[in-house]
């Protein structure tokens, strides 16, 4: 079976680093990979380690480029005969619709996130793709009723994680950071985005300083060059609030191990998002987590059975249930945070991903 990945670039990102994550392991299967893309990136070198197929089309720089896309798009799609096409985002999903126009070749769409920028895009996509594929139940629901979309074949599955990929037990970032082993750690991972609410993790650090003279945190992620805005609020906040000392902001890091061992309390205070790999890891790392109580992270967590949930953008709500970890006693959080990671490993791994993903080409191929 020979199926066609559409993706913009082989850069660090969620979609890019779980599609690497799938072609690693599908070797045992009967899956052959070619993958489509239009930028080089830092994962460039690891996809070229697996047995996909790499393709390189011409990088679009202005929106006249697009047809061009399409065009070469096609060109590749008739050369290569794929038995299915997997877009992994709206425009690609709507260039690769054009692009298979007359070739009877099953395409199927993966939703990974919401972007308002691509509804309408969304809207015309989904109702021509053979299947679009959710990565959650919470966020396809949610995705209806905000977009009003008319799915032709939905579909949900999780997203899987390499946990083979988080078994360094390197425990070194509060020595790096020049702080104590005893010092309690707050970490949370993932790019500065308004939708991920740093700043309310910022806040309710503000709060805790008070009585806890040796709480620090930790954020890992980058700027994002669309809302640099949110990075500067952050450390502004910081500044004027006099915890500038407690508030690390150390960028993108590939440690992820490193980090989550180090971490005494992992947060995600979201108020959008369709999925949650970083709380996943954490949980699966054996770190206690906080998660804002949106719908994603509701199912994620089993209604806050395997996390604490704290209510979205209330920072005297999150540094409650900071404090409730703190005084945890030590039996406790151990059995806690192992329910947790037996949870997650169960139901998260890139292996039931694979099995799942081959389980709708499977279907959708049936009825060619």
């Given at each position: ?70 065009l070469q798009l096609r060109k590749i799609i008739k050369k290569e005969k794929p038995d299915l ?284």
């Open positions: 079976m020979k199926i066609m990945h559409i993706i913009s670039s082989l850069n660090i990102g969620g979609v890019e680093t779980l599609l690497l994550d799938v072609c690693e392991n599908i070797k045992d299967s009967n899956l052959d990979s070619v993958i489509v893309y239009n930028k080089e990136g830092s994962l460039s070198s690891e996809f070229q380690k697996t047995k996909a197929k790499l393709i390189k089309i011409t990088p679009m720089k202005y929106s006249k480029d697009r047809i061009k896309f399409i096409i997997h877009a992994h985002f709206p425009n690609y999903a709507l260039f690769t619709y054009f692009a298979a126009i007359g070739l009877k070749i099953k395409k199927v769409f993966t939703l990974h996130g919401d972007e308002p920028r691509y509804y309408n895009s969304l809207r015309f996509v989904v109702s021509r793709m053979d299947a679009t594929i959710f990565v959650s139940k919470s966020f396809l629901q949610t995705m209806i009723k905000k977009v009003k979309l008319n799915i032709k074949k939905p579909f949900v599955l999780n997203n899987g994680i390499n946990f083979n990929s988080l078994n360094n037990k390197e425990k070194k970032l509060k020595q790096e950071l020049g702080l104590s082993e005893k010092s309690i750690l707050v970490g949370m991972v993932g790019r500065f985005s308004s939708e991920k609410d740093p700043l309310t993790i910022c806040r309710s650090i503000g709060i805790l300083t008070k009585n806890y003279k040796n709480i620090y945190l930790v954020f890992i992620g980058p700027k994002s060059p669309h809302e640099p805005h949110i990075y500067d609020n952050c450390l502004n906040y910081c500044e004027k609030n006099n915890i500038k000392d407690k508030v690390f902001f150390i960028g993108e890091r590939r440690d992820i191990s490193n980090i989550l061992n180090s971490l005494d309390i992992f947060v995600l205070s979201s108020f959008n998002e369709s999925f949650g790999k970083s709380l996943v890891e954490a949980m699966f790392m054996k770190v206690p987590c906080i998660a804002s109580n949106i719908p994603p992270f509701l199912e994620l967590s089993e209604n806050g059975k395997y996390s604490f949930i704290f209510k979205t953008k209330n920072e005297t709500d999150l540094a409650l249930k900071i404090e409730q970890i703190i005084n945890l006693n030590q039996t406790k959080k151990n059995n806690f945070t192992e329910e947790a990671k037996k949870y997650v490993l169960n139901k998260f791994s890139i292996e039931k991903q694979v099995e799942g993903l081959i389980n709708i080409y499977n279907t959708l191929l049936s009825k060619k």
